[in-house]
C-alpha cells in the first residue's frame, strides 16, 4: 500500500535522525499520532490510506505498515540489532528526497508534525501520555484489539479537537495540534496521578 | 473512577493547555526555531550539563540568520560536567557553533525581540520571543528540565538512572511520600505505593515509546510483582518487583514497628523467582525476565524518638551490600543482578526535626 509504504519510509529515518535507533512499536505509534493530526486538519480516515488497531494493551498498530517495514528489514535499507532498528545512510536520502517531493508535502508534513512530539518531550513521555488518548484508552479497557478508527472514542477525540481548534487557526503549522495534543494528554496523566487512578 | 470523572479531568486537562502560554508561543514563534532550541538542549547541552547543577539562571539564545558572533567560543560543552553554574549565557548560531556570552548578555526583552531565547531557573523552563515571556507547563515530573532527561531502551539503564537522579536524594516528589521524618530516618507505615509509583512514573517518561509501563494492581502473596514493562507489542515481558528494607513506623506515627533487613530482600528474591515461573506457565512464548529492585533506607541503630545520630551511622549501610549469599532464586537466567536504590539520609534536617524523628 502506496500511504503506508511512504509513511514507513518518512518515519523510520525521521525516528534515527532523533535517538539514531528506534523500536518497533515507536514506528506505529507516531504513525497513529501523525493519523490524529490528519483527521485534526480536517483529513477523513479513509485519506489516511490505511487503518490502524488497538492492540490489548492500547498501543496502536497498523498491519499495513508492518508489511511495509517487514519489506525495508528483508531489503536491507533498515537493520535490526536486539530489536532496535536502525536505518541506512542511503535510506535516509531517499527519505529526505521524498519528504521534499510537492505531492508529499501533506503527507510528510503530518509525519513531521508527529515527530515534533517526541522532539518536545521525549519518546516515552510520548508514549505515556497517548495512554490517555481516548481512543486507545477505551481498547484497554476493553481488553481486546479493536480497529481504533471506528471506535466510539474517536466521537469524543473529534469534540476535544474541536475545542482546540478555537485556539490553532486553518493554516497553522500541523505541529501545533500534535504538541498542544500530547500537552493535553501529558496534563492528564497528571492529573489522574493526584486523582489516584493510573 | 466514574468515566464522567475522567471526562471532566479531561476537560480540566484541555483547558489548562489552552489557557497556558504554549499555543500563544507555539503559534507566534517559528515552529523551526524552537525545534532547534529543544534538540540542542535535549541532545547536547542537557546532555552536558545536568540542570540541578544550575543554581541561578541558564539563558540560550538562538542567534538570528547571519549574525556576527559574540563572547569566547565554546570549545568543548562537556567540559561543564559536573561543574556547579550559576549564571550562564549562551548563543548558538546558524553553524551550530556555541559562544559564551555571559557578561554580554542584556535584558532578556531586549535579547528576545528578534530572537528566541531559552531560559531555566528554578525547575522553570521558559521561552522568550519579541520581548514576551511564555512559561513551559511541566508535565514530565521526571526531569528538572521538560527538555533535560535522555530517552532509555534498556530498562536496567533506566533503573540506574533513576536510583541516582531521583531516590538517591529522594527529589522525586511522589518519592517524598514515603518517608516518616524529613531526616530521611524512617519510612512511614506501609511505603510500597510511594516507593513503587515513583519508579513507575519515572519508567513510563523515560523509558523509549516502545515500552509500556503498567502497574501491577493485585499485590498479595500470590502476586508479589508491582510494575510490568513491556517490550514491543509484548514479545517481552519484564516483571519489576519492589521491596524495601529499612525501618518503617506504625500508621499512628507513634512508634517504629517494622525492621526489615537482608532477610526481608532474601524473601523477595525468591517471590520473583516463583512469580516468575508461574507466569511463564500462563502467557506462553513469551520471553519473561524478572528485575528486583530494592529500596534500601537502613540507619544504624536507630531509636525512635532519639533525635540525633552520628552522621556515620546514619551513612553506614551506603556501600554496604545486601547479603544474599549463594540464592539460587538470583541465580536464574531469567532474573537480573538486583538493583539495590540506596536513599540518603538528610543528614542537616535530622537534628533540627526533633520532634518527628
Not at chain 1, 45 to 55: I, L, P
Not at chain 1, 134 to 158: D, F, Q, T, Y
Not at chain 2, 315 to 333: M, N, Q, V, W
Request: glycine share 8%.
Amino acid at each position: 500500500m502506496l500511504e503506508a509504504k511512504i509513511d514507513c519510509i518518512l518515519l523510520s529515518a525521521a525516528l534515527c535522525k532523533e535517538n539514531e535507533q528506534f523500536m518497533l512499536s515507536e514506528l506505529h505509534l507516531f504513525a497513529y499520532l501523525a493519523c490524529l493530526v490528519g483527521l485534526f486538519q480536517g483529513w477523513s480516515v479513509s485519506q489516511w490510506g490505511y487503518a490502524f488497531w488497538g492492540t490489548e494493551d492500547g498501543a496502536p498498530f497498523s498491519d499495513a505498515l508492518q508489511q511495509e517495514f517487514d519489506v525495508l528489514v528483508e531489503c536491507g535499507a533498515v537493520l535490526v540489532t536486539e530489536s532496535l532498528y536502525r536505518c541506512e545512510s542511503e535510506q535516509i536520502r531517499i527519505a529526505d528526497q521524498l519528504a521534499v517531493m510537492s505531492s508529499m508535502a501533506d503527507r510528510s508534513g503530518l509525519i513531521d508534525a508527529s515527530l515534533s512530539g517526541l522532539r518536545f518531550y521525549g519518546s516515552g513521555f510520548v508514549r505515556n501520555a497517548m495512554n490517555s488518548d481516548p481512543v486507545l484508552s477505551n481498547v484497554r479497557k476493553a481488553h481486546s484489539g479493536r480497529n481504533l478508527m471506528i471506535e466510539e472514542g474517536m466521537a469524543l477525540l473529534h469534540s476535544h479537537f474541536e475545542k482546540l481548534r478555537r485556539v490553532v487557526p486553518p493554516g497553522s503549522s500541523p505541529k501545533v495540534p500534535s504538541i498542544l495534543w500530547l500537552a493535553t494528554l501529558g496534563e492528564v496523566n497528571k492529573r489522574k496521578e493526584v486523582h489516584g487512578e493510573h | 473512577m466514574a468515566s464522567t470523572n475522567l471526562d471532566s479531568i479531561f476537560d480540566a486537562s484541555l483547558d489548562a493547555i489552552i489557557d497556558s502560554k504554549l499555543p500563544k508561543l507555539l503559534l507566534g514563534c517559528d515552529m523551526n526555531a524552537i525545534e532547534r532550541v529543544v534538540h540542542f538542549l535535549r541532545h547536547k547541552l542537557y546532555v552536558a550539563i545536568d540542570p540541578r547543577s544550575i543554581s541561578g539562571t541558564l539563558s540560550l539564545r538562538l542567534a538570528p540568520s547571519g549574525a556576527s558572533p559574540r563572547g569566547t567560543q565554546f570549545a568543548d560543552l562537556n567540559a561543564l560536567t559536573g561543574e556547579a553554574i550559576e549564571t550562564m549565557a549562551l548563543e548558538l548560531h546558524d553553524n551550530g557553533r556555541l559562544y559564551d556570552v555571559t557578561g554580554l548578555f542584556g535584558s532578556v526583552e531586549a535579547e528576545s525581540a528578534n530572537a528566541v531565547v531559552y531560559m531555566y531557573a528554578n525547575k522553570t523552563d521558559t521561552i522568550w520571543f519579541s520581548g514576551t515571556r511564555s512559561v513551559i507547563p511541566a508535565l514530565n515530573d521526571t526531569a528538572d528540565s521538560q527538555f533535560s532527561g535522555n530517552t532509555f531502551f534498556f530498562l536496567a539503564e533506566a533503573i540506574r538512572e533513576y536510583a541516582h537522579t531521583h531516590a538517591l536524594n529522594s527529589t522525586c516528589f511522589i518519592l517524598q511520600g514515603a518517608w516518616h521524618d524529613d531526616g530521611r530516618l524512617f519510612l512511614r507505615a506501609r511505603p510500597e505505593a510511594p516507593l513503587r509509583n515513583s519508579l513507575k512514573q519515572f519508567l513510563a517518561n523515560r523509558l523509549a515509546g516502545g515500552f509500556s509501563v503498567e502497574l501491577e494492581q493485585n499485590v498479595d502473596g500470590s502476586h508479589p510483582v508491582d510494575i510490568r514493562v513491556i517490550k514491543e507489542l509484548k514479545p517481552r515481558l519484564m516483571l519489576v518487583e519492589v521491596k524495601w528494607i529499612g525501618d518503617s513506623v506504625n500508621e499512628a506515627g507513634t512508634a517504629s514497628t517494622v525492621s526489615y533487613r537482608d532477610q526481608r530482600a532474601i524473601d523477595g528474591a525468591n517471590q520473583l523467582a516463583t512469580y516468575i515461573d508461574a507466569q511463564r506457565s500462563q502467557v506462553g512464548h513469551v520471553e519473561i525476565v524478572g528485575y528486583y529492585v530494592i529500596f534500601d533506607a537502613r540507619r544504624k541503630g536507630l531509636k525512635f524518638g532519639q533525635t540525633t545520630y552520628p552522621e556515620a551511622d546514619l551513612r553506614h549501610y551506603r556501600d554496604k551490600e545486601i547479603l544474599f549469599g549463594d540464592l539460587a532464586s538470583l541465580k536464574r537466567f531469567d532474573v537480573e543482578t538486583p538493583f539495590r536504590i540506596y536513599m540518603e539520609p538528610k543528614i542537616g534536617v535530622v537534628g533540627s526535626k526533633a520532634g518527628k524523628v
